[in-house]
């Protein structure tokens, strides 16, 4: 018993031992290889964002250059309407007025009447 004792520890600590040594070599390649996919990674993470915001940027510039030629063609258009809008506008205008000032002399005539057949009526029963 006294000797297996003696074998199993020296067992135990050259195991012990060897299994450290492995484990450190495999944290050193472990860690080695981790380093390079980070590195490659990110390398390649910086190579998409570029590439993306060289996109967007592209993107970006067509669509304002593109807004503006729509807002240039809608400004032109709505310049077109607005001139015919405030030609007919006026057009009609001077009809309403015309038309409001014939009513109102209308209107004026006949309240004039009543006005008067009003207080004489009123007058007589007093």
Known sequence: MGRMNQNHRAIMGRMSQNHTARMGRMNQNHTARMG???QNHT????RMIQDHTARMGRMIQNHT???GRMIQNYRARMGRMSQNYRARMGRMSQN???RMGRMNQNYRARMGRMAQSHRTGIGRMS
């Open 36 to 38: 390079r996919m980070n």
């Open 43 to 46: 390398a390649r993470m910086g």
């Open 65 to 67: 250059a593109r807004m």
């Open 96 to 98: 309403h007025r015309a």
